[in-house]
């Protein structure tokens, strides 16, 4: 492998695998997980007004719609509260601020208690499907309009955005896996790129702390941010989140992407002490919301419109056809990603040397039954780049590249 080679890596979900970030699916166990038994050494994680509005109405949603539990009481509770709080000053009626939250609080132990119960166990990416389908139909889902539903997404959206922060934040930056990557990726600076379909914002971290400059792929036009990162230097790979980012929030009045700092992102939709702040337009708001997170959420109608995404895909689609050398790291191409499989197929030489690197479980030898071994990540290579050079690793990519640098050194 020269230095010279021109290599693009393909990060997947079980790049983050090493890091312990939640899968999409487990966001759902994210929210039923029950507080430590050991109350005396149970530090709650502070959760805002706004952050338990989010909670409430998705598991309410979540109850009514993939349960069987009757959660009108509930509800009403809810709509109630929420009228409430509404009004600041204090009237016959009206609770404290913090009696509100104490409320809410406790509706929410109660709903968290309702899905641990119902051994929910609902796919995101069915849910977030119908949701994209009654936008595009504009038809009612069950006796919700698409309004609604657009809210709710927005919420299960933000408690995305909470969770993997709070992961991102919680990680150490110095694992092996991680490091031999970053140590390997940095003797190949600036004829690298990295394609990833995650959300979080591991990759950006590591960069900062290797202090490796790179460039995320957007058009000037259409962002502003704050950071560390330092974009379009002589020496800059490129990092094309093809997905979208947890820390890239799209501003409903200017259009502009505000990209946050990694380890204020998970706070910066939940915060009750300040509003929500464009730093492109300026506009402000208390209440109402600003910010739309860019994230592209687990679905089979994925939506690729607009500027963002578009200046990403031709980026990545323009890395892909210059690459001597990709390097898939836990991406299983999984058939609901036919968007980005079709453009790795039409993107990547024939002459272009693939690895794929993978973990035990993916590995065909382990089984004998040959249906088994056709649902493995092995055989959809295999047929998507048949005329290529393709070697697998099922080691984990700590030992893969912990072998590379070795043969570099």
């Known amino acids: 492998m020269s230095k010279n080679e021109r290599i693009v890596f393909v990060l997947g979900a079980g790049f983050s695998a090493p890091a312990n970030l939640p899968i999409q699916d487990r966001i759902l166990q994210e929210m039923i997980r029950k507080p430590a038994e050991d109350i005396l050494s149970y530090i709650p994680e502070p959760e805002s007004t706004k952050f338990l509005k989010s909670y409430i109405s998705v598991g309410i949603f979540l109850l009514q719609n993939y349960t069987a539990f009757d959660c009108i009481e509930y509800k009403d509770r809810f709509e109630e509260l929420l009228l409430k709080c509404k009004y600041t000053k204090l009237e016959p009626g009206i609770l404290s601020e913090?009696?509100?939250?104490?409320?809410?609080?406790?509706?929410?132990?109660?709903?968290?208690?309702?899905?641990?119960?119902?051994?929910?166990?609902?796919?995101?990416?069915?849910?977030?499907?119908?949701?994209?389908?009654?936008?595009?139909?504009?038809?009612?889902?069950?006796?919700?309009?698409?309004?609604?539903?657009?809210?709710?997404?927005?919420?299960?959206?933000?408690?995305?955005?909470?969770?993997?922060?709070?992961?991102?934040?919680?990680?150490?930056?110095d694992k092996g896996d991680y490091l031999e990557f970053f140590n390997f990726l940095k003797k190949h600076v600036p004829n690298a790129a990295?394609?990833?379909?995650?959300?979080?914002?591991?990759?950006?971290?590591?960069?900062?702390?290797?202090?490796?400059?790179?460039?995320?792929?957007?058009?000037?036009?259409?962002?502003?941010?704050?950071?560390?990162?330092?974009?379009?230097?002589?020496?800059?790979?490129?990092?094309?989140?093809?997905?979208?980012?947890?820390?890239?929030f799209r501003c409903l009045n200017c259009g502009k992407i505000n990209i946050v700092s990694s380890n204020d992102c998970g706070n910066h939709l939940f915060d009750d002490e300040s509003p929500e702040i464009c730093k492109s337009c300026g506009e402000i708001r208390d209440t109402e919301i600003l910010f739309q997170s860019q994230i592209i959420t687990p679905t089979m109608m994925k939506s690729l419109n607009g500027q963002l995404y578009a200046n990403l895909w031709s980026s990545a689609r323009d890395a892909l056809q210059n690459a001597d050398h990709v390097i898939?790291?836990?991406?299983?191409?999984?058939?609901?990603?036919?968007?980005?499989?079709?453009?790795?197929?039409?993107?990547?030489?024939?002459?272009?040397?693939?690895?794929?690197?993978?973990?035990?479980?993916?590995?065909?030898?382990?089984?004998?039954?040959?249906?088994?071994?056709?649902?493995?990540?092995?055989?959809?290579?295999?047929?998507?780049?048949?005329?290529?050079?393709?070697?697998?690793?099922?080691?984990?990519?700590?030992?893969?590249?912990?072998?590379?640098?070795?043969?570099?050194?």
């Open 98 to 173: 913090d009696d509100k939250k104490n409320e809410l609080l406790i509706l929410r132990e109660k709903i968290r208690e309702c899905l641990e119960k119902s051994n929910i166990s609902v796919s995101l990416e069915d849910v977030f499907t119908s949701f994209d389908k009654t936008y595009q139909s504009r038809e009612f889902f069950h006796k919700y309009s698409s309004q609604y539903i657009d809210e709710i997404k927005e919420s299960i959206t933000r408690l995305f955005v909470y969770y993997f922060s709070k992961y991102c934040k919680n990680h150490t930056y």
């Open 194 to 248: 990295i394609i990833s379909t995650n959300w979080d914002v591991l990759t950006e971290t590591y960069l900062e702390k290797y202090k490796i400059n790179y460039d995320l792929s957007l058009n000037d036009e259409y962002f502003v941010q704050d950071g560390s990162y330092k974009p379009k230097s002589q020496k800059t790979i490129r990092v094309i989140k093809i997905h979208g980012s947890i820390n890239w």
């Open 328 to 409: 898939f790291v836990g991406y299983s191409l999984p058939i609901a990603d036919f968007d980005f499989r079709y453009m790795l197929h039409q993107s990547i030489s024939n002459n272009a040397k693939i690895d794929v690197i993978l973990y035990h479980d993916d590995d065909p030898s382990q089984t004998d039954k040959l249906k088994l071994k056709d649902l493995l990540p092995e055989k959809r290579y295999h047929n998507l780049f048949a005329k290529n050079k393709i070697e697998f690793c099922y080691d984990g990519f700590g030992s893969y590249f912990m072998n590379k640098n070795i043969l570099l050194s």
